[in-house]
């Protein structure tokens, strides 16, 4: 989020708390009139926050988080709002209340989800569907909501068989690549191996195979990444991914998606640049499900760039042998690369 961006988030709570100055008013003014999309996002902040419910005098909950994850909100439902609602609506009747106060009510917001989640589970266990693959497996399901899940080797996902619009959660263990559709501005919650990641419409790779860290990499929209029994949440945007370490008690990084294969094994979309080809053979053995050796072992510190686009394996492996000065050949379930090698 830019320092803009931020800056107007400031000057609307200061306008639900009734605290803005007049050179303020006029500057959230100037910004809601130069794009309709702006005034329609405004409108619909005063739309969510008139629907918060506003919790008792005495609750006392963490302002900061609470704040940010309304925004989150607010943000994640603006392009649905945008596209699905774009005419004028008349301004809700704004109620004032100090900052602190409108960070405390959103902060509740948080508190009234998760007890939501608790008693839905809790009120009478609902019968649970299962998806599951083994070892060199892998499968698509497409979730009542119209999202889209991909389900790579070794993992298993489990939903309610009254999953809906209403309760949009799923349990993972292993990996799997989403494709979440929006539904009325209702969040998609998975729970994996320790982890809570909750979108609106978004795409993007879960990795959370036991006893390992957990890895969210983000490809569209956005996500909230946190431990499971913590709003303690990192939001993350295209391009970037976050990793829960394997205590499962913290976000401990945050930073770009590094790799351009992460999900390879999804689309079968794969980059190589200036890439050794032990790196290679590493890629094409977890997308292909397949063992390769090499005879030579200086054959490693050959180096590729290419680009293959759903080939097939010994498509793949002619490319590499023509452009490598190699050859290959199968022995029962190993390919064996063949060459001079590199220096």
């Known amino acids: 989020m830019g320092q803009a ?80 609602h774009a005419e004028n609506k008349p301004l809700a009747k704004v109620v004032h209340w100090g900052y602190q106060r409108i960070a405390a009510i959103a902060a509740s917001v948080v508190l009234l989800l998760s007890a939501g989640t608790w008693w839905w589970y809790s009120t009478g266990t609902p019968e649970m569907l299962t998806l599951s693959t083994g070892e060199n497996e892998r499968t698509t399901l497409l979730l009542p909501d119209s999202s889209q899940v991909w389900l790579n080797e070794n993992s298993q996902l489990q939903y309610a068989e009254e999953f809906n619009v209403e309760h949009r959660l799923v349990h993972l263990s292993g990996e799997a690549f989403f494709e979440i559709k929006e539904a009325e501005g209702r969040r998609f919650t998975i729970f994996s191996e320790g982890a809570k990641t909750e979108v609106i ?67 079968q979309h794969i980059q190589f640049q200036n890439t050794s080809l032990q790196e290679v053979i590493d890629v094409l053995e977890d997308v292909y499900h397949t063992d390769i050796q090499l005879n030579n072992p200086d054959l490693a510190n050959c180096r590729y760039t290419a680009t293959f686009e759903g080939e097939q394996l010994q498509d793949v492996l002619h490319v590499l042998s023509v452009t490598g000065n190699l050859s290959f050949e199968r022995q029962g379930s190993t390919y064996m690369i063949s060459g001079q090698g590199c220096q």
Do not use: C
Not at 27 to 51: C, G, I, P, R, Y
């Open 201 to 267: 419409g978004t795409s993007f790779n879960l990795r959370a195979y036991p006893d390992t860290p957990v890895k969210v990499q983000v490809v569209s929209g956005k996500v909230a990444f946190s431990p499971a029994d913590d709003d303690n949440a990192v939001f993350l945007e295209p391009g970037y991914e976050a990793t829960l370490g394997s205590e499962k008690k913290a976000i401990e990084k945050k930073e770009p998606i590094e790799n351009p294969n992460f999900r390879a094994w999804q689309n």
């Open 5 to 84: 961006q931020e800056d107007i988030w400031s000057l609307i709570g200061k306008y639900l708390s009734d605290e803005l100055s007049e050179k303020e008013k006029q500057k959230l003014q100037s910004w809601k009139e130069s794009k309709a999309e702006n005034q329609t996002t405004f409108d619909q902040v005063l739309h969510m926050w008139e629907q918060t419910p506003r919790p008792a005098d005495d609750y006392h909950p963490e302002v900061d988080k609470g704040w940010q994850r309304f925004k989150f909100r607010a943000e994640s439902e603006q392009e649905y709002y945008q596209k699905e």
